[in-house]
């Protein structure tokens, strides 16, 4: 089976390969092509992936292409982890909200928009280039931002692209923890939108335990949600959100953190990545250890600004620092759909009739189950009224993204960034536009 991973010379890809790796089942991946614009970067993959490599016996053939169409002929997965503007433009995304002091995160609020602005467009041509080229083949969405990209992508190929993220395993895996669950055992209650959903339940053999650690507030301290919101508001909610909500419920302290912090998220991974590629390129030094170094830092530092915030500042726990197994997720959906071993996985889909807040066509993230048909959401309670606000205007903000990408529209870029409930100000957003098209070359076409 081929695998052909689009963004081939991200950083995380090593951890894809890595899962690959530990495949040793009937029908696995035996090619993956990386396909990335900037050899430099493909090259210095290359080595840490042939070094992962090296003491396993029959491991995976990579090859490299800055060649799209080359990558694409002939998949039968293709994996999307791309970042448009590269990381630069992520730091450009975080400055600019920040000096109109709002939020700047590159998947929530005015960052997000301007990532998806740039974003979409290009998707959307990838998605037509593998409805070309490779009919047949399943894409795996882990561009972010993810669910709005899934969606994008979906008017193309429809149900045959999946997106992915590893918040709600992460959530899921830390709460069975706490409560001494084994998580390959609890079905998880989890519903929303990438980066804005809610696990609303935990339960095993049929019984809902969520309500055991709400009520114990020593547990509700003891993991990262826990310390992140606190014990009062997550027994207020009566839910544990992702952890991306904690921009939306405590802004305020977020951008004072995000704008006190010596470095935003955006600029450290720009200048702790740019060295990491400096340092894989030169022939004396080990790629892989490099890697590891530089993941092991980049996992302890992730949302360091959010936990600050919340006052919390004795770093993650250990057992967080493993990477959040986004690869796992997607080892574990091409399993599903290639040898019908079915699976019940947290994914961004088409909704159906799962949410009737939203129509049809809406991408959500909902536990599916996924056989050699797909993934097919299952039905869930309905959202309460505080989360259908959010989860309602998030997705009027994604709309108007897509319809500004298809139409090249101002006033529906605009329209994005002032509807969305971080963003304070119509004057703010066009202020916002303005200075995203002078830092963002792409975003030109929005006349």
């Known amino acids: 089976m081929r695998l052909t991973i689009l963004g081939g010379g991200g950083f995380r890809v090593p951890l894809v390969y890595r899962a690959l790796l530990a495949d040793r089942g009937e029908g696995r991946v035996t090619r993956v092509v990386l396909h990335d614009v900037d050899a430099g970067r493909l090259a210095a993959i290359g080595r840490v992936l042939a070094e992962q490599a090296a003491d396993v016996p029959d491991a995976p053939a990579v090859t490299a292409t800055t060649d799209l169409d080359e990558a694409l002929r002939g998949a039968d997965f293709v994996f999307s982890a791309i970042r448009v503007g590269g990381l630069a433009g992520r730091a450009a995304d975080e400055r600019v909200a920040l000096a109109e002091g709002v939020l700047g995160q590159e998947t929530v609020g005015a960052g997000g928009v301007a990532y998806g602005l740039r974003t979409v467009p290009v998707a959307v041509d990838i998605a ?15 561009t972010n931002p993810a669910g709005l990209v899934t969606e994008a992508m979906s008017r193309v190929l429809g149900d045959r692209v999946i997106g992915i993220c590893d918040s709600p395993l992460g959530l899921g895996r830390r709460v069975a923890r706490v409560l ?3 998580p390959a055992e609890a079905w998880i209650d989890y519903v ?3 980066h804005l959903g809610w696990l609303r339940g935990l339960r095993v053999g049929g019984r809902d335990v969520l309500p055991r650690l709400l009520a114990d507030g020593d547990a509700l301290g003891s993991f990262e949600e826990g310390k992140l919101f606190g014990a009062e508001w997550l027994r207020s909610l009566g839910a544990v959100p992702n952890e991306y909500l904690h921009y939306y419920y405590f802004n305020r302290e977020t951008v004072r953190a995000y704008r006190e912090a010596e470095r935003t998220r955006g600029a450290y991974l720009r200048d702790q990545q740019a060295g990491f590629y400096a340092r894989a390129a030169r022939p ?7 890697w590891r170094r530089t993941l092991a830092e980049r996992e302890a530092t992730y949302m360091a600004a959010n936990r600050a915030a919340s006052g919390d500042t004795g770093g993650r726990a250990e057992e967080d620092l493993e990477p959040g197994g986004y690869e796992q997720v997607a080892l574990a959906l091409m399993r599903a759909v290639a040898r019908d071993e079915r699976a019940t996985l947290v994914l961004n889909v088409r909704n159906g009739a799962t949410l009737p807040v939203l129509d049809a066509d809406a991408v959500v993230e909902v536990p599916c189950l996924v056989d050699a048909n797909g993934a097919h959401p299952v039905a869930v309670a309905p959202l309460p009224y505080h989360a259908v606000g959010l989860v309602t205007a998030v997705k009027a903000v994604e709309r108007e993204v897509l319809t500004a990408a298809e139409s090249g529209s101002r006033e529906a870029a605009v329209k994005a960034f002032a509807l969305h409930p971080l963003v304070d100000s119509v004057t703010v957003a066009r202020r916002l536009l303005d200075a995203y098209r002078a830092e963002h070359p792409g975003l030109d076409y929005l006349a």
């Open 128 to 142: 037509r280039r593998v409805a070309g080229l490779a009919p047949d083949a399943w894409v795996i969405n882990f």
């Open 284 to 290: 004396e030094v080990r790629a892989l250890d490099t």
């Open 180 to 182: 001494g669950v084994d």
């Open 192 to 194: 929303g939108l990438n």
